[in-house]
């Protein structure tokens, strides 16, 4: 069982920047492929970015160039770095794990509960 839990999320204006953590407990975080999704209101989850063991990286065309996905293994973190943030980026950002996963998952078997991210001036 893999626990997640997210921080970093809040109001900020358009053109902004916002850095987002996701706190993972377990010894083999390192083994996980790990994700960031977003949903926005009245619309379907997301994927935003992945990122696998390997360091392998993957970002939904929306925010390519924008946000940036890393991980520290050695502190069991997750964070995506958002930069230039949009309206449409407002959502409530949610981090991911699995075992099996790779850059183009279909799905994650691990999540957390979410952190809301509000665009707007």
């Known amino acids: 069982q893999v626990q997640l839990v997210e921080s970093g999320g809040g109001l900020v204006q358009p053109g902004g920047s916002l850095r987002l953590a996701c706190a993972a407990s377990g010894s083999i975080f390192r083994l996980y492929t790990m994700g960031w999704y977003r949903q926005a209101p009245g619309k379907e989850r997301e994927l935003v970015a992945v990122?696998?063991?390997?360091?392998?990286?993957n970002y939904a065309d929306a925010v390519r160039g924008r946000f940036t996905i890393s991980r520290d293994n050695t502190g069991n973190t997750l964070y995506l770095q958002m930069n230039s943030l949009k309206p449409e980026d407002t959502a409530v950002y949610f981090c991911?794990?699995?075992?099996?996963?790779?850059?183009?998952?279909?799905?994650?078997?691990?999540w957390g509960k979410g952190t809301l991210v509000t665009v707007s001036s």
């Open positions: 991911t794990a699995d075992p099996l996963a790779g850059p183009s998952p279909n799905g994650m078997l691990y």
């Open positions: 990122i696998t063991s390997r360091g392998i990286t």
